[in-house]
């Protein structure tokens, strides 16, 4: 059994790793030479506009799935003249732009801050729509905080625009929260689903650094809000896979910021943290097989290696403490790799990830 990937980064890597021990094998398309899952799996090289390379990738595989969310809809269009891709094209398309995104978010009645799209000849309408503070985003191919600008007034918004045009663009009201929250689901072939406990995300620089899961304080209502949401955007969307729901907490109420049609980085935790790790549970959904257990092993948390790497002896000399590295090489503000700290109770993690920090030289959170 064959599954092919579009993209062949960290996301893909780690499918291949959880595929093998199931005797599926991966193979992936990525136009870089040095895509990292190349290390572990069969690389297509070739540009996603190259129909012949696309169509041999298509040739004997069991399904096609992605794992970066800005693909090529057309090159996923053509793919699925040939051969199953999960989750289905139209999602994509869904979740490749933030105004079409939040459209979406709110025809499913799942709350999201106030937003409009901003019109280039009439920007100022927008913000009154949504006021000050607030965050103006390109509307496509943004990530890790790219493409977005926090405004205070109405000159920073006009210069805010200016710098992100000619890009389409949306203004959104800023979120007052609390925390950021991500909730992950996974939907299969037959339309069964399971769903993840909630995980609290603390980001630096736009891009995620630390994950707690289970999230920290909750007595079973922020996970039933959220699961609720993640359910409905699973099954409106006859969706296949695993999904990503990023969440703002804002008092008792959770505001949904964006949606990920695949892995994430939220979710690394649950290879070791769960009894069923997001990875394995993306293949299981998109293959028809059973769903594994989401369950909680203890508690775990996440840091992401970004830009340097620390020395291995000093990480794996902390208790509870799992490696990833990824196979790239360091550049500033790249994902190199991760550790998961896994512990039996709250005490013992946050004891274990003062330790990491003490060893690796991190900033640890509060
Ligand atoms: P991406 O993760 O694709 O870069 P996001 O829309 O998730 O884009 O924005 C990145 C981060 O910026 C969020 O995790 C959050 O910390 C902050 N942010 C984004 N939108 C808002 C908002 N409307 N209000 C407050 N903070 C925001
Ligand atoms: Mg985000």
């Known amino acids: 059994m064959v599954v092919g990937v579009l993209g062949g980064g960290q996301l893909a890597r780690m499918l291949a790793l959880a595929a093998y021990p199931l005797g599926i094998r991966i193979?992936?398309?990525?136009?870089?030479?040095?895509?990292?899952?190349?290390?572990?799996?069969?690389?297509?090289?070739?540009?996603?506009?190259?129909?012949?390379?696309?169509?041999?990738?298509?040739?004997?595989?069991?399904?096609?799935?992605?794992?970066?969310?800005?693909?090529?809809?057309?090159?996923?269009?053509?793919?699925?003249?040939?051969?199953?891709?999960r989750p289905a094209s139209r999602v994509w398309e869904i979740f490749q732009d933030r105004l079409l995104e939040k459209q979406y978010l709110?025809?499913?009645?799942?709350?999201?801050?106030?937003?409009?799209?901003?019109?280039?000849?009439?920007?100022?309408?927008?913000?009154e729509q949504v006021g000050c503070p607030c965050v103006v985003k390109t509307r496509r191919f943004g990530y890790d905080g790219k493409g977005q600008r926090v405004v205070r007034?109405?000159?920073?918004?006009?210069?805010?625009?200016?710098?992100?045009?000619?890009?389409?663009?949306?203004?959104?009201a800023y979120a007052p929260f609390e925390r950021e929250l991500s909730i992950l689901g996974v939907r299969s072939l037959s339309g069964e689903i399971a769903v993840y406990p909630l995980v609290e995300n603390h980001h630096r620089e736009g891009i995620l650094r630390l994950s707690l899961a289970p999230a920290r304080d909750d007595t079973g209502a922020l996970q039933s809000i959220a699961t609720g949401y993640i359910t409905r955007l699973l099954e409106s969307l006859d969706y296949v896979g695993v999904m990503a729901l990023e969440l703002f907490q804002v008092g008792e109420q959770l505001l949904a910021n964006e949606v990920a049609p695949r892995v994430h980085?939220?979710?690394?935790?649950?290879?070791?943290?769960?009894?069923?790790?997001?990875?394995e549970n993306h293949l299981r959904a998109i293959l028809g097989y059973p769903l594994g257990c989401t369950a909680p092993r203890g508690v775990s948390a996440m840091i992401n290696l970004i830009g340097e790497l620390p020395p291995v002896e000093r990480v794996l000399s902390v208790p509870g403490a799992h490696l990833h590295l990824y196979g790239k090489s360091p550049r500033p503000g790249r994902k190199l790799g991760h550790i998961t700290l896994r512990a039996d109770s709250v005490a013992e993690r946050e004891r274990r990830l003062q330790q990491l920090c003490r060893e690796i030289g991190l900033m640890c959170h509060n």
């Open 265 to 279: 980085n939220s979710g690394h935790w649950s290879i070791e943290g769960a009894e069923t790790g997001q990875f």
């Open 153 to 172: 007034t109405r000159e920073d918004y006009l210069t805010a625009v200016e710098q992100l045009a000619p890009h389409a663009l949306l203004v959104e």
């Open 27 to 85: 193979e992936v398309f990525d136009p870089t030479s040095d895509a990292c899952a190349a290390q572990v799996a069969v690389h297509h090289c070739a540009a996603y506009e190259d129909e012949a390379a696309l169509a041999r990738f298509a040739e004997g595989k069991a399904c096609i799935t992605c794992e970066f969310e800005n693909v090529s809809v057309e090159a996923m269009r053509f793919l699925a003249n040939q051969v199953a891709v």
């Open 106 to 127: 709110r025809s499913v009645g799942i709350p999201t801050v106030p937003f409009a799209p901003v019109d280039p000849q009439r920007p100022t309408e927008a913000l």
